[in-house]
């Protein structure tokens, strides 16, 4: 195993004094001083954990879940963490992972990157986790994922899109367990590839991802449909939130439908702003991310009905048991209805326990990674006929999706919106090719 590893660690003289760092910046030595200090805490935590190895202890399986629980996104974060802790009750009702209670140990991320690789040291040296999982922030992804391949322990994502790390960032202790931005935006692409549109357009923050995220939109569009046109992309800079000039050259394009990849508080303020200037008389809005219910909650009433908007958990699809099961059981537990950040605590949580479970106790490292290549998991998001599983080679869960119309609705307090006629995409048309994994994680090669 890493030397991060499982079981009994051995006595440290590091010690992680925060009040000290607290007096010092109060004295008035700065942000460089708080900063060097931050650093240094970071290297300890990760020397401590380098420092100690062993089996997995008697005690059981701990999970050690990381989700921002202060911040703009602390929201979703407390879903997360009860989501997680939902599945713990439930697995720890059936009997445990190998007859041991599983435990689980949080982490708060909302301070950013380097608060969350703090967080991460901290779980691993301290409280003794088998494996990291969740993360939110894309950012905060890519640290956390940097940490657990220098330590060699299973980092399960979760409620994040990343995908640089499924592809030039991949290794082999990262498995992404919900599904990933350019599964989503394929899923859009077949559902648009299948209406009468004749001209779409394109527009997001300008990042290489959202470039990526286009491409693979046209890709899907042209090779089902190839009578439509696609114009733009149209991009903004990173915090702009002025939209109307964007908005006039959508509207200028003539365009039917518009893929919009902003997510969260911007794409509620493209909305807002596209609704002062008419967009929506005549363009129909297309979301591949943020379907969800926590963002139905805000949708601005004024919005015309039928809007397209996707996400990998929806309260009324499927129409399943164990979907019926999880939005009543976390309910129950909560007082209020899951958003799809509720579902990756969840999910992830199945997962290691799935995973672990299906190894010998003294078992670590490659062996639970071959463990985890292609296992099985029945979740919540299952249509009937298919079980969720993770993609060997991927190491990206395999799940179906659905894209749904927007329509006024108070079944779901406190939203004033659903989601009804619900496009599903097949799993199978959804993952990567051998081909585009190698070309991904290989970006240089000739």
Not at 159 to 181: C, E, K, S, W
Not at 210 to 216: A, G, K, R, V
Not at 342 to 361: I, T
Request: hydrophobic content about 40%.
């Amino acid at each position: 195993m890493s030397a991060c590893g499982h079981g009994g660690r051995t006595k440290s003289g590091f010690h992680l004094n925060t009040g000290e760092i607290g007096r010092l910046r109060r004295r008035g030595f700065g942000t460089a001083v708080t900063r060097r200090l931050k650093y240094l805490a970071v290297c300890g935590l990760i020397l401590l954990c380098a420092s100690v190895c062993g089996a997995r202890m008697e005690t059981g399986l701990s999970l050690g879940l990381l989700c921002p629980l202060n911040g703009p996104l602390s929201e979703l974060g407390k879903d997360l963490e009860q989501g997680a802790v939902l599945a713990v009750m439930e697995v720890n009702a059936a009997g445990g992972v190998h007859g041991k209670e599983v435990k689980l140990a949080v982490g708060d991320t909302g301070s950013g990157p380097l608060a969350a690789q703090q967080e991460a040291g901290r779980l691993l040296a301290f409280e003794d986790v088998d494996c990291l999982m969740g993360v939110l922030d894309p950012d905060v992804a890519d640290s956390v994922s940097k940490l657990s391949d220098i330590h060699k322990v299973i980092f399960l994502g979760a409620g994040h899109i990343n995908d640089r790390l499924l592809m030039d960032q991949y290794h082999p202790y990262y498995f992404h367990v919900t599904p990933a931005g350019y599964q989503m935006v394929a899923a859009a692409g077949f559902y648009a590839a299948n209406q009468e549109w004749r001209r779409l357009v394109v527009c997001g923050v300008e990042n290489s991802a959202n470039q990526n995220y286009f491409e693979e939109f046209r890709q899907v569009l042209s090779a089902e449909n190839k009578a439509v046109t696609l114009d733009g992309p149209y991009w903004t800079e990173v915090d702009n939130l002025y939209f109307k000039p964007l908005i006039e050259s959508i509207r200028a394009s003539e365009a039917q439908a518009l893929l919009c990849l902003y997510r969260g508080a911007d794409l509620l303020e493209f909305i807002r702003q596209g609704l002062i200037l008419g967009l929506f008389d005549r363009v129909k809005l297309i979301c591949p991310f943020d379907g969800d219910y926590s963002l139905l909650c805000k949708l601005d009433r004024r919005l015309p009905e039928g809007q397209v908007m996707g996400a990998y958990h929806h309260l009324n699809m499927p129409h399943s048991a164990e979907n019926r099961n999880f939005i009543y059981r976390f309910k129950g537990l909560t007082d209020r209805l899951p958003s799809q950040a509720a579902l990756a605590g969840y999910v992830a949580v199945k997962f290691a326990a799935a995973g672990f479970a299906s190894v010998p106790r003294d078992v670590e490292g490659e062996r639970v990674i071959e463990a985890m290549e292609g296992l099985e998991l029945g979740c919540p998001w299952d249509p009937e006929g298919h079980t969720s599983f993770m993609h060997p080679k991927a190491h990206q869960m395999s799940v179906c999706l659905a894209l749904g119309v927007t329509v006024a609705s108070d079944a779901f307090p406190p939203a004033k919106w659903g989601l009804k006629e619900f496009y599903r995409v097949m799993a199978e048309k959804l993952l990567p090719s051998s081909l585009e994994l190698f070309e991904g994680r290989i970006p240089s090669w000739r």
